[in-house]
């Protein structure tokens, strides 16, 4: 069974930096590509970044030269550095792990922004 653990959430000011970090572990086969959404309050959850298995990455506009994905060698980990961050961006953020023949999700992690 494949789990996914996330951590590095928390409480930041406006401006400030998080990196959130997250682990998969068990069996994974045909792996394609890893992810973070973010579902804030009221609203309908919103894929924040993607990281392909060759390192292709895309991000949603609206957080797109201030959020870096990225993978460490060989692992199925994937990170999230978040600078400059708004009060919009405040949500529970939520890794995926993405194979062809199934979908991953963590249990989330809440990032809250405010002064």
């Known amino acids: 069974q494949v789990q996914l653990v996330e951590s590095g959430g928390g409480l930041v000011q406006p401006g400030g930096s998080l990196r959130l970090s997250c682990a998969a572990s068990?069996?994974?086969?045909?792996?394609?590509?890893m992810a973070w959404h973010r579902r804030a309050p009221a609203k309908e959850r919103e894929l924040v970044a993607t990281?392909?298995?060759?390192?292709?990455?895309s991000y949603a506009d609206s957080v797109k030269g201030r959020f870096t994905i990225s993978r460490p060698n060989a692992n199925y980990a994937v990170y999230l550095q978040m600078n400059s961050l708004k009060p919009e961006d405040t949500a529970v953020y939520y890794c995926?792990?993405?194979?062809?023949?199934?979908?991953?999700w963590g249990q989330g992690t809440q990032v809250t922004v405010s002064s």
């Open positions: 068990g069996r994974i086969l045909n792996f394609v590509a």
């Open positions: 995926q792990l993405i194979t062809l023949g199934d979908n991953y």
């Open positions: 990281i392909s298995g060759g390192g292709i990455t």
